[in-house]
């Protein structure tokens, strides 16, 4: 069965994490993920965070499945003439260098189209046009110039980052979304176009909530928040702590025995109220006028959540989980990512999945958490460094010949 990008090829110029992330996905459906390295060095995050001598790190070979890769310097003579060439064999080049560097190399976009006009150039950069566009961006950076920091972690400590890479794999993915679109516009106007997404703007567009809030600020305080009644709010969108929306308040609360991650995030929609009452042992309360309403409740809701917390201290995160989702009260435990790695469902939909690496060994890897019905993704190793080049020279049309003198003229 073929796949949904089957056919479709991709020059991948991206490093760290942002580009890898998108052009990984974009292999996992199956398009032909070329990834281009510069020759004896390769992606920098080969060697970074290493944690086995000698061994693509796992940084790099959990961004990098199933791409095939090349070593080339874009920057010799030679080498130009080779990317010239994947240029025109190619649908789509990505690439998240800081500014201006594939430019420096000579190939602007409007060389790029003169060379391919079909071709569908992407590009991450930290910043769009504006005041920083020339700046280098990494996630924690992104995360604290579009708004997450500002947003994320508690009234009386620092702005947080999170763990969740919204800068980096957040923009990857709208960077995926803008390619396969700009693929679908070609089939009908034949032509190709630029395709760009900054993290600022990446991590903005996934903090929209929080524009919503500050808007909303003009015209009182922000109820669902947990300064409101009691603190103050400044005039722009203060840090929510575990709060979350107006009409069902949640908190994440502590759980038996007692460690790091034993909690669960529980939240109160109107019509939880009385079973949890009950499951706690408060049943006087399910009908007291100074708690039985959303109304009523939303000035003490550190009070309501205490008492809960009484109860889900006694359980385990998991036996709390039992027992309320049968009640339709909505709860999530606070899962570890050891708990992650060893859940057996998540293996069995190859959410999480093993695999095998020949200097490395059998390692844990996140797959494609985008499931297509017709099109399942299956997880293949990261390439080693320069793996496929003679194989993809050989696809241009070069001879043994041309490849050794490639070779020996360090362009390859
Ligand atoms: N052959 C020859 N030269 C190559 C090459 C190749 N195959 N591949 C890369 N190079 C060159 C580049 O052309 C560039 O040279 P110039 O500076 O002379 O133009 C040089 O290698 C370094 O590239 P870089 O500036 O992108 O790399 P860096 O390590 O200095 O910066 C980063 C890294 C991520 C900060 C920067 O690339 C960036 O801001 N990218 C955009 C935002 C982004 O994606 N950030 C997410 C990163 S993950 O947190």
Same mark, same amino acid.
């Given at each position: 069965?073929?796949?949904?990008?089957?056919?479709?090829?991709?020059?991948?110029?991206?490093?760290?994490?942002?580009?890898?992330?998108?052009?990984?996905?974009?292999?996992?459906?199956?398009?032909?993920?070329?990834?281009?390295?510069?020759?004896?060095?390769?992606?920098?995050?080969?060697?970074?965070?290493?944690?086995?001598?000698?061994?693509?790190?796992?940084?790099?070979?959990?961004?990098?499945?199933?791409?095939?890769?090349?070593?080339?310097?874009?920057?010799?003579?030679?080498?130009?003439?080779?990317?010239?060439?994947?240029?025109?064999?190619?649908?789509?080049?990505?690439?998240?260098?800081?500014?201006?560097?594939?430019?420096?190399?000579?190939?602007?976009?409007?060389?790029?189209?003169?060379?391919?006009?079909?071709?569908? =150039?992407?590009? /991450?950069?930290?910043?769009? &046009? %504006?005041?920083?566009?020339?700046? $280098? *961006?990494?996630?924690?950076?992104?995360?604290?110039?579009?708004?997450?920091?500002?947003?994320?972690?508690?009234?009386?400590?620092?702005?947080?980052?999170?763990?969740?890479?919204?800068?980096?794999?957040?923009?990857?993915?709208?960077?995926?979304?803008?390619?396969?679109?700009?693929?679908?516009?070609?089939?009908?106007?034949?032509?190709?176009?630029?395709?760009?997404?900054?993290?600022?703007?990446?991590?903005?567009?996934?903090?929209?909530?929080?524009?919503?809030?500050?808007?909303?600020?003009?015209?009182?305080?922000?109820?669902?928040?947990?300064?409101?009644?009691?603190?103050?709010?400044?005039?722009?969108?203060?840090?929510?702590?575990?709060?979350?929306?107006?009409?069902?308040?949640?908190?994440?609360?502590?759980?038996?025995?007692?460690?790091?991650?034993? =909690?669960?995030? /529980?939240?109160?929609?109107? &019509? %939880?109220?009385?079973?949890?009452? $009950? *499951?706690?042992?408060?049943?006087?309360?399910?009908?007291?006028?100074?708690?039985?309403?959303?109304?009523?409740?939303?000035?003490?809701?550190?009070?309501?959540?205490?008492?809960?917390?009484?109860?889900?201290?006694?359980?385990?995160?998991?036996?709390?989980?039992?027992?309320?989702?049968?009640?339709?009260?909505?709860?999530?435990?606070?899962?570890?990512?050891?708990?992650?790695?060893?859940?057996?469902?998540?293996?069995?939909?190859?959410?999480?999945?093993?695999?095998?690496?020949?200097?490395?060994?059998?390692?844990?890897?996140?797959?494609?958490?985008?499931?297509?019905?017709?099109?399942?993704?299956?997880?293949?190793?990261?390439?080693?460094?320069?793996?496929?080049?003679?194989?993809?020279?050989?696809?241009?049309?070069?001879?043994?010949?041309?490849?050794?003198?490639?070779?020996?003229?360090?362009?390859?």
């Amino acid at each position: 069965m073929a796949r949904a990008l089957e056919g479709v090829r991709i020059l991948d110029m991206t490093h760290v994490q942002s580009g890898p992330t998108c052009t990984q996905l974009l292999a996992w459906f199956g398009a032909d993920v070329i990834k281009v390295e510069r020759p004896g060095v390769g992606d920098a995050t080969r060697g970074q965070l290493r944690d086995v001598p000698d061994v693509d790190s796992l940084y790099f070979t959990m961004l990098n499945h199933n791409k095939r890769s090349i070593t080339l310097n874009t920057k010799s003579e030679h080498g130009k003439q080779i990317f010239t060439d994947l240029i025109k064999h190619c649908d789509v080049m990505v690439e998240n260098f800081a500014p201006g560097a594939l430019d420096r190399m000579g190939f602007t976009w409007e060389r790029i189209q003169q060379i391919n006009p079909r071709m569908i =150039y992407a590009s /991450v950069k930290g910043f769009g &046009p %504006g005041p920083y566009q020339d700046c $280098k *961006v990494y996630e924690n950076v992104a995360q604290c110039t579009g708004g997450s920091a500002s947003t994320t972690g508690f009234d009386d400590g620092p702005p947080l980052v999170t763990g969740a890479q919204i800068g980096d794999s957040g923009t990857g993915l709208h960077l995926a979304l803008g390619i396969v679109t700009a693929l679908f516009h070609r089939e009908r106007s034949g032509r190709g176009q630029r395709v760009t997404c900054a993290m600022q703007d990446g991590v903005l567009n996934l903090c929209r909530v929080k524009l919503r809030d500050q808007q909303r600020l003009k015209h009182g305080p922000l109820r669902e928040y947990p300064q409101y009644p009691n603190g103050t709010f400044s005039d722009s969108v203060p840090r929510a702590g575990n709060a979350s929306g107006g009409g069902q308040p949640g908190w994440a609360l502590r759980c038996a025995p007692g460690g790091p991650d034993d =909690y669960i995030y /529980v939240i109160i929609q109107p &019509p %939880g109220w009385e079973p949890l009452m $009950k *499951v706690i042992g408060r049943e006087d309360l399910i009908e007291h006028p100074d708690w039985a309403t959303p109304a009523a409740r939303l000035p003490k809701l550190d009070q309501c959540f205490a008492l809960i917390e009484e109860w889900t201290k006694t359980k385990t995160k998991f036996e709390v989980m039992e027992t309320l989702n049968p009640l339709n009260v909505p709860c999530g435990p606070i899962l570890s990512m050891k708990e992650l790695a060893e859940e057996p469902s998540l293996r069995e939909t190859g959410t999480v999945v093993e695999v095998d690496h020949p200097t490395r060994g059998a390692y844990l890897s996140v797959g494609n958490p985008i499931k297509l019905s017709d099109s399942p993704s299956e997880v293949k190793r990261s390439p080693l460094l320069g793996e496929h080049t003679d194989e993809v020279l050989a696809e241009l049309g070069y001879s043994q010949a041309d490849i050794a003198t490639a070779k020996a003229e360090g362009a390859v």
